[in-house]
T-cell receptor, first 118, second 110 residues
Framework: DTEVTQTPKHLVMGMTNKKSLKCEQH?????MYWYKQKAKKPPELMFV???????INESVPSRFSPECPNSSLLNLHLHALQPEDSALYLC?????????????????FGSGTRLTVV | ELKVEQNPLFLSMQEGKNYTIYCNYS?????LYWYRQDPGKSLESLFV?????AVKQEGRLMASLDTKARLSTLHITAAVHDLSATYFC??????????FGTGTSLTVIP
């Protein structure tokens, strides 16, 4: 299995709703990522998990809350979002060899969740 | 602050022509990736460049990396319509940091 699976593919939510985005990979990758991509812009790094621990938080507002329940799963919990948070949310994974002195090789991206906040 | 800049941002070229997209980055890295993105779609990996002087080719696309100049290029040979897409370079830093360039929107005109 060489895929990163994201669900749902599309999500429409109100500003008072709570929802979650899910990401799953079975490649044995130990680093997982959330990116946000606005139309006609590059993906922006939000969070990085390494060995199930949050290693990077790029000053993301607290209305976005990541969670890594195990090495194969990554969630992004959403609460009290704003219309400007509407975007494509991409999950990615990679091998994380940092602890053994190695380097990452290859990042695999999911197909994304198209989020619309109304 | 890391900057990853691509040039040009928009490119319109005729079928059969050649062109080069440039990716400059502002900090030390020896790993550079190229991705393609079609409208409304996710990112498709094109090339992984792992060292200074690396050159990779696939079909009409060829990518190279000069780590000393902090420059990568994506060369398009004899463009065809199917190459129309947005192309991103991405720089890998230590500590699982992976940052995208500004993107180049390519349109190939018949």
């Amino acid at each position: 299995d060489t895929e990163v699976t994201q669900t749902p593919k599309h999500l429409v939510m109100g500003m008072t709703n709570k929802k979650s985005l899910k990401c799953e990979q079975h490649m044995g990758h130990r680093a997982m990522y959330w990116y946000k991509q606005k139309a006609k812009k590059p993906p922006e790094l939000m969070f990085v998990y390494s060995y199930e621990k949050l290693s990077i938080n790029e000053s993301v507002p607290s209305r976005f809350s990541p969670e890594c329940p195990n090495s194969s799963l990554l969630n992004l919990h959403l609460h009290a979002l704003q219309p400007e948070d509407s975007a494509l949310y991409l999950c990615a994974s990679s091998q994380d060899l940092g602890r053994s002195g190695g380097r990452n090789y290859g990042y695999t991206f999911g197909s994304g969740t198209r989020l619309t906040v109304v | 602050e890391l900057k990853v800049e691509q040039n040009p941002l928009f490119l319109s070229m005729q079928e059969g022509k050649n062109y080069t997209i440039y990716c400059n980055y502002s900090t030390t890295s020896d790993r550079l990736y190229w991705y393609r993105q079609d409208p409304g779609k996710s990112l498709e990996s094109l090339f992984v460049l792992l060292s200074n002087g690396a050159v990779k080719q696939e079909g009409r696309l060829m990518a190279s990396l000069d780590t000393k100049a902090r420059l990568s290029t994506l060369h398009i040979t004899a463009a065809v319509h199917d190459l129309s897409a947005t192309y991103f370079c991405a720089v890998e830093l230590t500590g699982n940091q992976f940052y995208f360039g500004t993107g180049t929107s390519l349109t190939v005109i018949p």
